[in-house]
Structures are given as structure tokens and as C-alpha cells.
């Protein structure tokens, strides 16, 4: 009776921790929104495309992109490496990329969907490699003809 009564105080406290430990861990984050545009310079490697009649298999296609945004750490030049399956009516891509700022460097991984007008939707998520953006986080989504909007997180506060 004792050994149970004590493993149900051990486990009680236990859900307790779990449920209060997070909420002092977020508490700290720090959330920046932020919006953004990118706009293809003229490098531009093609990679493999590979047509199999139905759709064009697209592997290590590499584009240059100039990007401004609201939030200087996120202004710089992004270098992404895309793949993608895309066929008539579109088709899924989803790529890494290598943003370099005057702030330091992200890295970051992304997919969205390939219209058949060559616009694109875009769900992307970053992290800091390197000087001033070393640990943080960012997250960013865009729609065909909208500018891509997001937020910073600072995992650490201020």
C-alpha cells in the first residue's frame, strides 16, 4: 500500500513537471514577424530533368534570389538548391537553401506547390548557423502573388 501510494505522488509530480516546464521554456522565446520578397538573379544552374511523358522529374536544380525583408536579418542572398515533380497542372518541389545576410548565415529547408503559371507557394523554416543569427529560428509561408510573411523566433529571449 505504501509503494503504491508513493509511486502515485512520483507520477503526479512527474505530470505536474511536464505540464510547468514548457510553459517557463516559452515564456523566454522571443517572436519577431517579419514579411518578405525575393526576386531570381540570373545565375541559375538547370540540374537534371528527367521528362517521363506524364511529368519532369526536377533534381538539383540551383537558383540565385535576392531578398528584402522587413527584418534586416533576413536580407541577403539565398542560394536554394530545388527538386520537384511537376506536370501539367503543377506539382509538389521541396528544396534546401543557404541565406547570406550581413547579420550571419541561415539554413534552411522548404516544399510548397509549382503552378502551372511558374508561381509558387512556400512554407520554409530556417535556423542560424553563424554570427549575430547563430540559434535562431525562422518560418515563412507565401501564397501565389502574396509576399511571404513569418516570424523570428529567438529561442533563447532577450
Known amino acids: 500500500m505504501k509503494r503504491q501510494k508513493l509511486f502515485t505522488g512520483v507520477m503526479i509530480t512527474l505530470v505536474v513537471l511536464a505540464l510547468v516546464a514548457p510553459a517557463t521554456v516559452s515564456a523566454r522565446a522571443v517572436k519577431t514577424p517579419f514579411e518578405a520578397t525575393s526576386e531570381t538573379l540570373v545565375d541559375f544552374e538547370p540540374g537534371e530533368w528527367r521528362n517521363t511523358g506524364v511529368m519532369v522529374h526536377v533534381?538539383?536544380?540551383?537558383?540565385?534570389f535576392e531578398c528584402d525583408s522587413s527584418d534586416p536579418r533576413l536580407t541577403g542572398t539565398k542560394t536554394v538548391t530545388i527538386n520537384g515533380n511537376w506536370g501539367e497542372d503543377g506539382g509538389p518541389w521541396w528544396a534546401t537553401s543557404r541565406l547570406e545576410t550581413a547579420f550571419g548565415v541561415w539554413e534552411a529547408t522548404g516544399t510548397g506547390w509549382w503552378y502551372p503559371d511558374f508561381t509558387i507557394s512556400v512554407n520554409e523554416k530556417g535556423?542560424?548557423?553563424?554570427g549575430e543569427v547563430a540559434g535562431l529560428l525562422y518560418f515563412v509561408a507565401a501564397e501565389p502573388g502574396e509576399l511571404g510573411s513569418g516570424y523570428i523566433l529567438d529561442p533563447h529571449g532577450e
Open 59 to 64: 533534381r538539383g536544380m540551383v537558383q540565385v
Open 127 to 130: 535556423h542560424g548557423i553563424s
